[in-house]
């Protein structure tokens, strides 16, 4: 008998930045469950994660754009159009698309028909990836074929998503997980009957070594941080802040990640009069980030809310920098001070408070002791709360029992 499948919807894949993701796609590989990855967009990025190279999920990608894919749309809706749930996933469909009648509804049903139509037989259910266009197409999927969907939420999809949306997201998926406190007092506010669980990403810790031995270092004090450069991050604020440390400070910045807004955090660094402290490195591989990691005294990141909603979860980096001892300097922002609390092993700024962020910034770098404390506790409880592996043995039960249901 062939085993029950379980379909994943992902906007894009593979992704350097959601390495969370493809991390857990692994970890239910090796759990026994049995898989099919659906990836809404091509790749894009010049590097991809070693750990792309150890899944062997089969993947599939639907059409980015429906007019470069009309035959396969059509043969699609010949093939699902007669399907018992089509007349309902239809009806959601057109009362979604008449309060959000935009182009990008209208493809989201489009990659939903490929979808359904294309899914093996044996597809028990639909797990997607991000509440907002992902778990579009996984719900009018799962409608269209009768199956049970469940989709885990992260940090864009919750805040700049319609509440009306979620709501009606939520009240159809068979359960949600999210991976901050913060993200599941949101959606358990709009879904309150407990389908909604509270699930940590962690960190695979068995991939990163233990922290360095960094006493008796000299030179100046080397600060690290890792993200792409959006609003949502906050880089012009770390800028603004270093740019205000005292003068007698001897540090460099380490600057790993693209994005947009790089031109300008460059352009921001000369006019501040720090740019030949600051070594902007752009996208890099997991060995350099390891690299910079294990070769950095402190990390800073500043996280802030955008100005469409948009934020961070909780940010992989921190953990991955916590994981090699590094006493951090953060934002309390979303699930931030979830893993950090202030003064006990790493330090917390408000978001936006560039004087704040630099005052934080100035202890650390001005005492070695206090690094090393604040990076130890944060190592330790890194590994007490934060392992991956009991939160996706938790997932993956959820999973099972999802099929075993159907």
Same mark, same amino acid.
Request: charged residues 25%; positive net charge; proline residues 7%.
């Given at each position: 008998?062939?085993?029950?499948?379980?379909?994943?919807?992902?906007?894009?894949?593979?992704?350097?930045?959601?390495?969370?993701?493809?991390?857990?796609?692994?970890?239910?590989?090796?759990?026994?469950?049995?898989?099919?990855?659906?990836s809404?967009?091509?790749?894009?990025?010049?590097?991809v994660?070693?750990?792309?190279?150890?899944?062997?999920?089969?993947?599939?990608?639907?059409?980015?754009?429906?007019?470069r894919?009309?035959?396969?749309?059509?043969?699609?809706?010949?093939?699902?159009?007669?399907?018992?749930?089509?007349?309902?996933?239809?009806?959601?469909?057109?009362?979604?698309?008449?309060?959000?009648?935009?182009?990008?509804?209208?493809?989201?049903?489009?990659?939903?028909?490929?979808?359904?139509?294309?899914?093996p037989a044996?597809?028990?259910?639909?797990?997607?990836?991000?509440?907002?266009?992902?778990?579009?197409?996984?719900?009018?999927?799962?409608?269209?074929?009768?199956?049970?969907?469940?989709?885990?939420?992260?940090?864009?999809?919750?805040?700049?998503?319609?509440?009306?949306?979620?709501?009606?997201?939520?009240?159809?998926?068979?359960?949600?997980?999210?991976?901050?406190?913060?993200?599941?007092?949101?959606?358990?506010?709009?879904?309150?009957?407990?389908?909604?669980?509270?699930?940590?990403?962690?960190?695979?810790?068995s991939?990163?070594?233990?922290?360095?031995?960094?006493?008796?270092?000299v030179?100046?004090?080397?600060i690290?941080?890792?993200g792409?450069?959006?609003?949502?991050?906050?880089?012009?604020d /770390?800028? *603004? &802040? $270093? #740019?205000? @440390?005292?003068? !007698?400070? +001897?540090? %460099?910045?380490?600057?790993?990640?693209?994005?947009?807004?790089?031109?300008?955090?460059?352009?921001?660094?000369?006019?501040?009069?720090?740019?030949?402290?600051?070594?902007?490195?752009?996208?890099?591989?997991?060995?350099?980030?390891?690299?910079?990691?294990?070769?950095?005294?402190?990390?800073?990141?500043?996280?802030?809310?955008?100005?469409?909603?948009?934020?961070?979860?909780?940010?992989?980096?921190?953990?991955?920098?916590?994981?090699?001892?590094?006493?951090?300097?953060?934002?309390?922002?979303?699930?931030?001070?979830?893993?950090?609390?202030?003064?006990?092993?790493?330090?917390?700024?408000?978001?936006?408070?560039?004087?704040? /962020?630099? *005052? &934080? $910034? #100035?202890? @650390?770098?001005? !005492?070695? +002791?206090? %690094?090393?404390?604040?990076?130890?506790?944060?190592?330790?409880?890194?590994?007490?709360?934060?392992d991956?592996?009991?939160?996706?043995?938790?997932?993956a039960?959820?999973?099972?029992?999802?099929?075993?249901?159907?």
């Open positions: 008998m062939t085993p029950p499948v379980v379909a994943i919807v992902v906007k894009g894949y593979p992704r350097l930045s959601e390495t969370f993701i493809a991390k857990e796609i692994l970890g239910l590989e090796r759990r026994g469950l049995q898989l099919r990855l659906y809404m967009r091509w790749p894009t990025d010049r590097h994660h070693p750990i792309h190279a150890e899944i062997r999920t089969p993947v599939a990608y639907l059409p980015e754009y429906l007019y894919g009309p035959v396969r749309v059509f043969r699609s809706w010949l093939r699902v159009r007669h399907l018992s749930g089509y007349a309902a996933a239809r009806t959601t469909w057109l009362k979604d698309l008449r309060r959000d009648p935009s182009p990008n509804r209208i493809r989201r049903f489009g990659q939903a028909l490929v979808l359904a139509a294309e899914m044996e597809t028990a259910a639909v797990y997607a990836h991000f509440l907002h266009t992902p778990t579009s197409v996984a719900r009018y999927a799962a409608l269209i074929r009768g199956i049970p969907f469940a989709v885990s939420a992260h940090a864009k999809d919750i805040w700049t998503t319609p509440d009306w949306e979620l709501a009606e997201k939520l009240a159809d998926a068979a359960f949600a997980v999210t991976c901050t406190g913060s993200g599941h007092a949101h959606l358990a506010s709009l879904a309150p009957d407990g389908r909604v669980d509270l699930v940590y990403h962690g960190l695979d810790l991939e990163w070594p233990p922290p360095p031995d960094r006493s008796g270092r030179g100046p004090v080397e690290v941080s890792v792409r450069a959006v609003e949502k991050k906050g880089f012009p /770390l800028v *603004a &802040a $270093l #740019a205000k @440390l005292p003068k !007698d400070i +001897d540090w %460099r910045l380490t600057h790993i990640g693209g994005g947009p807004l790089l031109g300008g955090l460059k352009a921001q660094a000369e006019a501040l009069g720090i740019g030949d402290r600051i070594v902007w490195q752009g996208q890099r591989a997991k060995a350099d980030v390891l690299a910079a990691y294990r070769q950095a005294d402190v990390f800073a990141l500043a996280s802030r809310i955008a100005g469409d909603g948009d934020r961070d979860g909780l940010p992989n980096v921190l953990m991955e920098a916590q994981s090699q001892g590094l006493a951090c300097v953060a934002t309390r922002v979303s699930a931030i001070p979830e893993l950090i609390e202030d003064g006990v092993n790493g330090l917390l700024a408000d978001p936006g408070d560039v004087e704040s /962020l630099s *005052a &934080a $910034l #100035a202890r @650390l770098l001005a !005492d070695a +002791d206090l %690094r090393r404390r604040l990076g130890q506790a944060a190592a330790d409880r890194l590994r007490a709360r934060f991956q592996e009991p939160e996706l043995d938790r997932l039960e959820k999973l099972r029992n999802l099929v075993a249901a159907r």
